[in-house]
């Protein structure tokens, strides 16, 4: 008999056409990985040739200079391009649409999306201002120095335009297909968050105990946010613009692009003002979610013709 379409949860939509087999998920981890592996190497590949045609110097090691801004850009370049093998790999491995990444309709709700960014701007930027308060948990008194107008109109245009993409493929990469990688076996969302939370924060680097916990609570809200509204709008939403104002002020900094320093590194002060946002940011949207009737399950076979135009 011809199959019929289940009404499934976000974490589950790997299932979605029947086609599951246990091996698909590690298939498509692996495509992803690899990908991961081409395109870092493809844009450290570019950076070079390009920085040979343009005579920029050379480091010690040998590898083009291209300065802090330069060197942010390859880095988000590397990161935004990840995007693509995602979807890649829900098509090819998993044989399921492409967009049962995104959200349970198959497609990325923008009207969504925008409430969602709308909601966040005011509480990041709130909490961005009062971490700019919060005295140095180093003891330090660094003085912060003007980049100049040319350096701060280039750093924000690149910011500006790589970071939504770079932030949105994390998103993806985590929340989107590790989450629904586990969650082709396992029926609790629980087993499916927890793992890909840890590999959040480890991927951000080892800074202080603070700041891992933060980066793993970020990964804990937004993937409830995701299985809660059956999408990633919620949690790229929260991602670009927490990247966006902080990239954005590092921007103006003399430096600041250039510095290793992540979330990774945050004191216990900034932490805990993160985690009145975000949960903050989770309660507001979840309440919109329930009043806009946001979908969060797949609407099924039965109920396909009734999911409505921004669910």
């Not at 349970?104 to 909601?119: E, F, K, S």
């Not at 109109?153 to 949105?168: E, H, I, K, W």
């Not at 985590?174 to 586990?182: D, E, H, N, P």
């Not at 076979?301 to 669910?311: K, L, S």
Request: a neutral charge.
């Amino acid at each position: 008999p011809p199959y019929t379409a289940p009404s499934l949860p976000y974490h589950r939509l790997a299932l979605v056409t029947g086609r599951h087999r246990w091996w698909r998920p590690l298939a498509g981890t692996a495509l992803v990985l690899g990908s991961a592996l081409v395109v870092a190497v493809a844009v450290m590949a570019g950076g070079e040739i390009t920085g040979a045609l343009l005579d920029r110097p050379v480091d010690k090691d040998g590898f083009r200079v291209w300065g802090g801004i330069g060197e942010t850009g390859l880095a988000l370049l590397s990161l935004a391009l990840l995007t693509p093998p995602v979807l890649l790999a829900a098509h090819w491995a998993q044989r399921r649409p492409a967009g049962t990444v995104s959200s349970v309709t198959g497609r990325l709700r923008w009207g969504w999306l925008g409430r969602c960014l709308a909601v966040g701007l005011p509480l990041v930027a709130g909490s961005l201002g009062v971490m700019l308060l919060l005295p140095d948990p180093s003891g330090g008194s660094e003085d912060m120095v003007w980049a100049g107008l040319p350096d701060f109109l280039l750093g924000l245009a690149m910011v500006c335009v790589l970071v939504p993409f770079q932030a949105s493929a994390e998103e993806y990469v985590f929340r989107g297909w590790l989450t629904q990688a586990v969650g082709a076996w396992c029926r609790s969302p629980w087993v499916a968050v927890v793992p890909q939370a840890l590999l959040f924060a480890c991927a951000h680097g080892w800074g202080t105990p603070w700041g891992f916990a933060d980066l793993t609570a970020f990964g804990l809200i937004a993937s409830l946010l995701t299985i809660r509204t059956g999408g990633l709008e919620a949690a790229i939403g929260l991602h670009v613009l927490n990247n966006l104002l902080a990239m954005g002020l590092s921007a103006a900094i003399a430096g600041a692009l250039a510095s290793e320093e992540t979330a990774a590194d945050m004191g216990a002060a900034a932490v805990g003002v993160d985690v009145v946002m975000l949960c903050g940011y989770a309660t507001v949207v979840l309440w919109l979610a329930r009043r806009h009737r946001i979908a969060a399950v797949s609407p099924g076979a039965e109920t396909g013709a009734e999911a409505g135009a921004d669910r």
